[in-house]
């Protein structure tokens, strides 16, 4: 067991019958990194939470019950992937970053989650279904400038103006994830790079990108730096072009691989030299 002591990364899959028991005599003093994958007991998530005092990153996915409650004082990243029921009232402050993915919870206990968080600088919300009017007026006043990066990949919007009003509160966002939304006409992109003219990175993966958007983000007159469009639909060659020549401010291009061939056809590495296209991995 002693040389348990000097592992930093430490993962348990599929522990559904692991008890605290079978945990005894284990500890992990050099641990930051702890991932459980599996339906595994709160008991069992306690008990090694307490095994690792100098964690950094936690991770919990599939489990029914994740309770977030008792983390070392030096977590700074906390992940709860396909969860059930999520128990979180008081939460360390070094926490700066919180993902909640795939999680179908309601939304009071959303609530609870980002009363107990405001000090987080990175939030991802993905696919964990609707995010209500509500949802985004209350992320808004929670965070403010304090949000740095922001993800509410594949959540789908009801109609209203809590999402502007989101990007009215949190204008200091360097990145953003609209990816497989609803919302990504370019008045409502115009809208958000508006507020946001800290934004570097925007994510509209799998989702409808038309012409007309890419022509608003280059009116908007951005300091936007990479733009990702990975399986986008709805724009055409020419108006991509009209992004790649317009938009200079403009470092990383992230599209599929048919896109790049398109434009190496068109020699855009001679029209921007200082643009790199990448193929999404």
């Known amino acids: 067991l002693g040389n348990l002591h000097c592992l ?5 899959t599929n522990c559904e019958d692991l008890d605290v028991e ?8 050099k641990a930051t990194s702890l991932t459980l994958v599996g339906n595994t ?9 307490r095994m690792c005092p100098t964690l ?3 991770s919990s996915s599939w489990a029914k019950k994740v309770d977030l409650n008792e983390l070392p004082h030096s977590v700074q990243s906390v992940c709860a992937h396909g969860c059930e029921l999520m128990r979180m009232t008081s939460v360390k402050d070094t926490v700066e970053k919180l993902t909640v993915r795939d999680c179908v919870i309601h939304e009071s206990v959303l609530a609870s ?11 991802h919300l993905e696919r964990i279904g609707f995010h209500t009017e509500s949802i985004m007026f209350m992320l808004g006043e929670a965070y403010g400038e304090r949000l740095q990066r922001l993800s509410i990949f594949h959540c789908k919007s009801v109609p209203g103006g809590g999402e502007i009003c989101l990007f009215e509160k ?7 994830n609209l990816g497989k939304s609803s919302n990504t006409d370019g008045m409502y992109l115009a809208t958000v790079l508006y507020y946001n003219p800290t934004l570097r990175t925007l994510d509209l993966s799998h989702s409808k990108v038309t012409d007309d958007t890419l022509m608003l983000l280059v009116a908007a007159a951005s300091e936007l730096e990479t733009l990702i469009m990975c399986d986008s639909s709805g724009y055409t060659e020419e108006g991509l072009f009209a992004l790649i020549q317009g938009c200079a401010s403009l470092k990383l291009l992230v599209v599929e691989e048919k896109i790049i061939s398109l434009l190496w056809g068109h020699s855009w590495d001679i029209m921007r030299p200082d643009l790199q296209v990448r193929a999404f991995v």
């Open 113 to 123: 989650v980002v009363a107990c968080c405001p000090h987080v600088r990175d939030l």
């Open 41 to 49: 007991s709160i008991s069992v998530q306690k008990a090694l939470l």
């Open 8 to 12: 930093k990364e430490i993962a348990f």
């Open 170 to 176: 949190c204008t200091a966002l360097t990145y953003l």
């Open 22 to 29: 079978s945990l005894s005599g284990l500890s992990f003093p």
């Open 56 to 58: 950094l990153c936690y």
